[in-house]
């Protein structure tokens, strides 16, 4: 059974950085295509971030609001998806969630791509 479990959300000051984990379990996680969702209060799920690797190369998309600041990483070993946050803004306090989808090939930024998700970690960005 596939679960993935987010980790390290938590309060922040305007400009300051977190790093969020999501750890994978039940499943090769080399053989899935990963991405990062956020939602805030009153708004509607959104794609921030998506990876997958065809062959020896990475292929990475971001929503605009978040490129610049945010990364997307993986590693395949630990079987963990990274996203580091950097010059966070009040505007970017939601849940972030993490995502897997069996199609390896594309990691769009869009929820029916994914197949399975975490539970969510709250990030809050004070002003």
């Known amino acids: 059974q596939v679960h993935l479990k987010e980790s390290g959300g938590g309060l922040v000051q305007a400009g300051g950085s977190l790093r969020l984990s999501c750890t994978a379990s039940?499943?090769?996680?080399?053989?899935?295509?990963m991405g990062w969702f956020r939602q805030a209060p009153g708004r509607d799920r959104e794609g921030v971030a998506g990876?997958?690797?065809?062959?020896?190369?990475?292929?990475?998309v971001y929503a605009d609001s978040v490129k610049g600041r945010l990364t997307i990483s993986r590693d395949n070993v630990k079987k963990t998806l990274y996203l580091q946050m950097n010059s966070l803004q009040p505007e970017d306090t939601a849940s972030y969630y993490c995502?897997?989808?069996?199609?390896?090939?594309?990691?769009?930024?869009?929820?029916?791509?994914?197949?399975?998700w975490g539970q969510g970690t709250q990030v809050t960005v004070s002003s």
């Open positions: 995502a897997a989808s069996g199609n390896p090939y594309c990691a769009p930024l869009t929820e029916p791509h994914y197949n399975y």
């Open positions: 990876l997958h690797t065809t062959g020896s190369s990475t292929y990475i």
């Open positions: 039940g499943m090769e996680f080399d053989d899935y295509a």
